[in-house]
């Protein structure tokens, strides 16, 4: 199936206590739209400035990513720098530039209009509904939000909600948004909002959906060296809508295949500063990852 | 197999945003050995105070819980008052009064001494140590500990870690013990120090078991309503050691059917205040939530 992403493209600047990088490839759609390209072809809507580097965009390009909504605008590339904790327990954000992302209206090439599956990344819930606007007949949307858009944005979010079928969130932002702090019952609230499934986040304690399916919990996988976990909600989307667009299902057993393979594209780039591990991946790496996941859950007879 | 528990009967006041509830009974070897007595017999250790209420003792004698062991003393019995934070995310130590708890010499009455599985509930790893040694032949020894020990009596806990098999810690704990924080490497250097499995607990994100069968983790079951997760560890104990005390095997998958009839008592516990939920459940509801749980982690094919 035909799948699309709108996000950013970035420029991070990561300090955690494994280590440093600076202005490391980055953003919502760049991870979203690499871990999905292990499993289908995805095409990108993003903005870039006039300075970012060639050879970040090669990274991109040499996989099943279509950059043809990919837009260089004239200015800085969207800049974000943060620093994690001694135990990753918390982030600090230590300055964001948005530069041309400020001035950002998503408009689909007409070759991209046919999308079957979309990924709404973690941008301003009014250009979310703008390019959702440009989708002829979609199939299954998914979106992202934060707390920025929460507080900031609720009436053009809910708008949002009332449009898509899955949210994915983390527990925080899923509370905040409820107004309840009992995740059960949050969910249901925000099902009550448009969502038919919700997917929330939770870091190392793995990923909970809820939906028509029944509630499905996916954990994380215990890793033994965690390096940097920025981007690894986006590459879980990317995994989770990339198994969907390969196997052309869209409701039912699948979305609980689909979490596993997000699952295991996030432990991958928690493993890495910014999007390294996920560029250097491989799909057998990949299957044994979804494997033990799987060994992971089970109970046996 | 015959199963033993050792630990504390108590009277536990308990502030929660469900309500409050007044010196009502608790500890560690009650929440255990009804949790465990679902599935097989147990055999329970612990000493009371003059004070206590025939009432409370009568809660545990019609079930399959050995009260040879419970020791009435000259005194009060412990008693403990705490209070959850509005979100269940902090708990406050009220008071915590000893009583005859103070004074307690575990001593195994003579048909106690044959045990092939023991669990060692949360007290001074002095006392877990002598109760161990009293036990002739134990084929599977389970132990707990806290904050408490880790800090205060390293060098008797160090002891007792060497005997054991199987240690249930929460991921705080564990990183307290271990010294590092990443819970992988943690668990790693804790079955250096003696047990082969360790099983870490992480309230409402559930548990993680790592042993030699490889690792495994089981959800906590998604709950619409918490009322008071007093006892929700000691209960998880109960169900993992009563469940291989039923099964009579004690290595390789049962251990992992150990942790989801674990993982049911412990949901079950926190519906309730205290051990209500827990002394009011039938056969019926554990194998339903036990079943419920096996689907939340069903990937299918």
Redesign the interface.
């Not at 702090?181 to 019952?185: E, K, P, Y």
């Not at 029944?214 to 919990?217: L, R, S």
């Not at 799987?294 to 007879?301: E, F, I, R, S």
């Given at each position: 199936m035909k799948l699309l992403v709108v996000g950013s493209v970035a420029l991070d600047t990561i300090e955690s206590p494994a280590g440093r990088v600076e202005e490391a490839l980055g953003g919502s759609a760049a991870f979203f739209a690499t871990a999905a390209s292990f499993f289908a072809p995805v095409r990108l809507v993003a903005t870039v400035g006039d300075d970012l580097a060639d050879a970040h965009v090669e990274k991109l390009r040499g996989r099943a990513i279509d950059l043809g909504g990919l837009h260089r605008a004239p200015g800085r590339t969207f800049r974000w720098a943060g620093r994690y904790s001694?135990?990753?327990s918390r982030r600090e954000t230590l300055f964001t530039e948005l530069g041309v992302f400020q001035h950002f209206r998503p408009t689909l090439p007409d070759d991209y209009r046919d999308a079957e599956l979309v990924f709404l990344g973690n941008i301003d819930p009014e250009l979310q509904g703008e390019v959702l606007g440009q989708v002829k007949k979609p199939v299954l949307v998914a979106a992202d939000t934060m707390n920025f858009w929460i507080a900031g944005k609720p009436h053009e979010l809910e708008k949002v909600l009332a449009r898509i079928d899955i949210l994915m969130i983390n527990d925080e932002e899923a509370?905040q948004l409820a107004r309840e702090?009992?995740?059960?019952?949050a969910v249901a609230r925000i099902r009550q909002l448009g969502p038919r499934t919700v997917i929330v986040k939770?870091g190392?304690?793995?990923a909970?959906m809820?939906g028509a399916d029944?509630?499905?919990?996916v954990?994380a996988f215990?890793?033994?060296?965690?390096v940097d976990p920025t981007g690894a909600g986006d590459s879980f989307a990317g995994g989770f809508m990339g198994e969907i667009a390969r196997s052309g299902e869209t409701q039912g057993?699948i979305l609980?295949?689909a979490a596993?393979a997000g699952a295991a594209l996030g432990s991958f780039c928690v493993e890495g500063f910014g999007m390294e591990r996920l560029l250097g991946l491989h799909q057998a790496e990949i299957a044994a990852r979804i494997k033990d996941l799987?060994?992971?859950?089970?109970?046996?007879?």
């Open positions: 001694d135990d990753f509370r702090h009992n995740l059960v019952r939770r190392d304690s793995g909970m809820l029944g509630p499905f919990v954990p215990p890793l033994h060296d965690v057993r609980r295949r596993l799987k060994d992971l859950m089970h109970v046996g007879a």
